[in-house]
């Protein structure tokens, strides 16, 4: 069963937490809130997350500082954030999140239905890539496995041109090994 997309949400006043958690509502997404960036990182030290929507302005460690952090992380470097601020409409401020790896810089009031859409594509192409990364193993797996009994097939027939008496018996032990996955 596939795992349901997380979203992040970051933002030091809890009322703008409530109003984000109650725009997601209906979304495919669970949101998870956090007031801090300090408590955001180590949130996702344990979550992977389709989107993280991310409050610029917050105190002690701001979104900007906290984005870098999270796009200097392996295994988070690639989640899209989406700064959203209160602060006037400032082209530096939504530059310096650009800068710093956001995918969208939105200004409150924002329309919710905008940040609903916006939040709804990421999470389907984290859904999508989930879908293929399993895709991807089993294409794997199955390699793996063709390579196996090829290989039993190729020793088998090898068996099969020698001249040991016992070659046809081993080389049906050896295909049954194959076909069935147990070790030779």
Same mark, same amino acid.
Do not use: C
């Given at each position: 069963?596939?795992? $349901?997309?997380?979203?992040?949400?970051? #933002?030091?006043?809890?009322?703008? /937490? $409530?109003?984000?958690?109650?725009?997601?509502?209906?979304?495919?997404?669970? !949101?998870?809130?956090?007031?801090?960036?300090?408590?955001?990182?180590?949130?996702?030290?344990?979550? =992977?997350?389709?989107? %993280?929507?991310?409050?610029?302005? $917050?105190?002690?460690? *701001?979104?900007?500082? &906290?984005?870098?952090? %999270?796009?200097?992380?392996?295994?988070?470097?690639?989640?899209?954030? %989406?700064?959203?601020?209160?602060?006037?409409?400032?082209?530096?401020?939504?530059?310096?999140?650009?800068?710093?790896?956001?995918? *969208?810089?939105?200004?409150?009031?924002?329309?919710? +239905?905008?940040?609903?859409?916006?939040?709804?594509?990421?999470?389907?192409?984290?859904?999508? &890539?989930?879908?293929?990364?399993?895709?991807? =193993?089993?294409?794997?797996?199955? #390699? &793996?496995? +063709?390579?196996?009994?090829?290989? !039993?097939?190729?020793?088998?027939?090898? /068996?099969?041109?020698?001249?040991?008496?016992? !070659?046809?018996?081993?080389?049906?032990? /050896?295909?049954?090994?194959?076909? +069935?996955?147990?070790? &030779?």
């Amino acid at each position: 069963m596939t795992q $349901m997309a997380k979203a992040l949400l970051v #933002d030091d006043r809890r009322e703008n /937490l $409530m109003a984000l958690e109650a725009i997601l509502q209906g979304l495919p997404v669970q !949101a998870v809130a956090v007031e801090s960036g300090e408590a955001a990182l180590k949130q996702l030290l344990v979550d =992977d997350f389709a989107v %993280i929507l991310l409050d610029a302005q $917050m105190p002690d460690m *701001d979104g900007f500082e &906290t984005a870098g952090h %999270i796009k200097r992380r392996e295994r988070t470097r690639h989640v899209p954030i %989406i700064f959203l601020t209160a602060a006037d409409r400032d082209a530096q401020l939504a530059l310096r999140g650009y800068q710093v790896g956001a995918v *969208d810089y939105l200004t409150k009031p924002f329309d919710p +239905w905008v940040l609903r859409a916006k939040v709804s594509v990421f999470v389907e192409l984290w859904v999508k &890539t989930r879908q293929l990364a399993a895709q991807s =193993d089993l294409v794997r797996e199955r #390699d &793996t496995q +063709w390579r196996l009994l090829t290989d !039993a097939v190729d020793e088998a027939t090898a /068996l099969l041109r020698g001249d040991d008496p016992e !070659a046809p018996d081993r080389a049906v032990e /050896l295909l049954e090994q194959a076909r +069935w996955g147990t070790p &030779t």
